[in-house]
């Protein structure tokens, strides 16, 4: 089979695995994007995400069980935080699909999908630590990367690089 009718295939389990999320959620989550890195739809009522996160996981028809990563992402000109997360269905199924959701930058938070894929545990931690993303109901909200007392995150686009930590100047 030749490269591209392979994608194809892939984006068209994606699309129908989407119309099936589509039914049950509704206005919840967004339209379905057919981007060509990875198919993609976001979710658009975020109290409802750990609910969403349940139904794409045990659902027998989509069976998302394996969360390969979380991304954090800082939208300032929105004045947001967002998350990326790319869902594969491992198995005979095989499709795949990210989904975003975004939050206030300053005060927001996003459900914890921690105790829906296990690997969301310590994706979640990175997103805090680098961009301040804050998950509720997370069983272990701290930093993962730098020190507790490090000021800021790290990863967001206004962030400014404190000159020194601990006495010892910090190179950038």
């Known amino acids: 089979m030749e490269e591209g009718k392979v994608y194809s295939q892939s984006v068209a389990e994606s699309a129908a695995a989407y119309a099936i999320i589509k039914e049950k959620f509704g206005d919840a989550i967004s339209a379905f994007d057919a981007n060509e890195t990875m ?10 995400w750990q609910e969403i996160a349940l139904f794409l996981r045990d659902n027998g028809k989509l069976k998302f069980n394996y969360m390969a990563c979380l991304s954090g992402v800082d939208y300032p000109a929105e004045e947001k935080l967002g998350i990326v997360c790319n869902l594969e269905s491992l198995g005979e199924l095989g499709h795949r699909l990210a989904v975003k959701l975004k939050c206030a930058r300053n005060g927001g938070s996003i459900p914890t999908v921690s105790c829906v894929w296990h690997t969301a545990n310590w ?3 990175e997103a805090y630590d680098m961009f301040g993303m804050l998950f509720t109901g997370h069983p272990d909200m701290r930093r993962i990367l730098c020190p507790e ?5 790290p990863l967001r686009k206004d962030y400014k690089v404190q000159e020194t930590y601990h006495g010892i100047k910090v190179p950038y």
């Open 39 to 48: 198919p993609f739809f976001e979710v658009l009522d975020v109290a409802r």
């Open 123 to 125: 994706h979640e931690r």
């Open 149 to 153: 007392d490090w000021e800021g995150f």
